[in-house]
Structure formats: structure tokens, C-alpha cells
């Protein structure tokens, strides 16, 4: 996981490895905390696949991955 923090050092994924392939954060969506820890939406390319990663002390998980639906 590559991780970096913006001006009000709120983190920012910007890579992590998902079955064997390095994606690149093409973009950081909505955040929120649970009991679980800081959970973040992120985008990848190509695809524009959303992921969504949970934050809970130093570690990091892929908690789930959102796959886009096509209008016919």
C-alpha cells in the first residue's frame, strides 16, 4: 500500500495490490469511520473500478470492490 497525506493530513491511498496486480488511485472518494476503523472509496484505471479500503490502525484491507453497470 502507497500512502500519502494531503494539507490537513487526511490520508490518501494512492496504490495497493489487489490478486497479484498493483492499481493506482486514479481518485479518493467518501470516507467514514465505523467500529471497524476509516473506511475509503477509491477509484482505479482502467475501468474506473471503486474499491472501497478500511484503515484500522496501520493496516489496510480491501474490504470490497464495486463493478459498474452497464445501461444497455
Keep these: 500500500m502507497e500512502v500519502t ?3 490537513d493530513g487526511q490520508l490518501l491511498p494512492r496504490r495497493f495490490v489487489w490478486g497479484g496486480s498493483q492499481l493506482r488511485v486514479s ?9 471497524q476503523g476509516e473506511h ?3 477509484m482505479v484505471e482502467p475501468g474506473k473500478r471503486v474499491y472501497e ?3 484500522t490502525d496501520e493496516q489496510w484491507q480491501m ?3 464495486f463493478t459498474r453497470k452497464r445501461h444497455a
Excluded: P
Design 53 to 55: 479500503l478500511l484503515h
Design 27 to 35: 481518485d479518493v472518494g467518501r470516507r467514514w469511520n465505523d467500529e
Design 40 to 42: 475509503i472509496l477509491v
Design 63 to 65: 474490504v470490497r470492490s
Design 5 to 7: 497525506q494531503d494539507k
